[in-house]
T-cell receptor
């Protein structure tokens, strides 16, 4: 199966919180990342968490890591229409910190 | 800094043709990567390089070749294009143990 799995779609109302979930399989991953991709664009790093942390907060973004269940989540507070995009989680491993990506979650923010 | 630049932005190839996708970074990063993104999927690693003169295979290297003669440039070569290579190609670079910065991508169609 896939190393990193995400649900494909999420819709929320503007102003609500969004929670995007991800599971990974490699417990040796050192960093876990969240990237954002807008239509026709490359990937933009949103935030990351080191594997020995449980939580990281960065303005509207909160990352939670459950190492026991190999579960990662990204919470976006006060979601705005500009947050509509595809969100990828990725795990980093290997000598060159190669990234393994999930399939991405399409977030749609409804007015 | 321009960051990571890729050329061309778009290309249509006939089966059996060859081409080189160009990638250049001006951040003096040692690590460079090539990924492909198929529709509705996450990115998969094709090749990577940890420095000039050093390259290694990623998850999906078949049908591609790379070279790294300078720190700045990391071209990706397709020798005999096949429809299965229709995809969006992203180049990325990073310092050791740091985040990867992505280029805007090259959209390739093989007919």
């Amino acid at each position: 199966g896939e190393d990193v799995e995400q649900s494909l779609f999420l819709s929320v109302r503007e102003g609500d919180s969004s929670v995007i979930n991800c599971t990974y399989t490699d417990s040796s991953s050192t960093y876990l990342y969240w990237y954002k991709q807008e239509p026709g664009a490359g990937l933009q790093l949103l935030t990351y968490i080191f594997s020995n942390m449980d939580m990281k907060q960065d303005q509207r973004l909160t990352v939670l890591l459950n190492k026991k269940d190999k579960h990662l989540s990204l919470r976006i507070a006060d979601t705005q229409t500009g947050d509509s995009a595809i969100y990828f989680c990725a795990e980093s491993k290997g000598s060159a910190r190669q990234l393994t990506f999930g399939s991405g979650t399409q977030l749609t923010v409804l007015p | 800094n321009a960051g990571v630049t890729q050329t061309p932005k778009f290309r249509i190839l006939k089966i059996g043709q060859s081409m080189t996708l160009q990638c250049t970074q001006d951040m003096n990063h040692n690590y460079m990567y090539w990924y492909r993104q198929d529709p509705g999927m996450g990115l998969k690693l094709i090749y990577y390089s940890v420095g000039a003169g050093i390259t290694d295979k990623g998850e999906v290297p078949n049908g591609y070749n790379v070279s790294r003669s300078t720190t700045e440039d990391f071209p990706l070569r397709l020798e005999l294009a096949a429809p299965s290579q229709t995809s969006v190609y992203f180049c990325a670079s990073s310092r050791e143990y740091n985040e990867q910065f992505f280029g805007p991508g090259t959209r390739l169609t093989v007919l």
